[in-house]
């Protein structure tokens, strides 16, 4: 469980949420692109979690154009035990790599506001970029 305290208030957040949660982020966090950032990861670890991923969920399409998302297979990439990267192509923030067990243990560092709005499903772009910086960064560096 992943702990978050808050003013007296303790709010325990199962893996699966967190990895939930992490998801919602990567699917929403877009305008993290807009500070020089962007996602790497060993090609090796996407094709097998592609192929992984195939073989959990059959072959039913995962998109509108069949594909799977790219955000399916990057938690597949965590899930196998593989990392992704935040890649500063403009080096003012510095690359940052992170794990599953990142996802689990980062997830209580996200500020209240933030955790609240997507424990009530109210998160937006904000939201999304907020816990993508605090699980990689462990805190809110830029925007």
Known sequence: MTNKKMEGITLNIPKEKAEEFFHDALCN?????????GLDYKKVDYQKA???LKKIKGKRP?????QICCEEVWMQILRNGGKLTL????????????????????????PFRHMN???NESGDGDTADVILQTIFYKEVIFG
């Open 29 to 37: 966090g877009s305008q993290i692109r807009s500070y020089g950032i």
């Open 62 to 66: 995962f998109d509108n154009e069949g």
């Open 117 to 119: 709005d997507m424990i």
């Open 50 to 52: 592609v192929a992984d």
């Open 87 to 110: 890649k500063d192509e403009e080096n003012s923030y510095g690359n940052r790599s992170i794990t599953m067990k990142h996802v689990h243990d980062r997830m209580k560092l996200v």
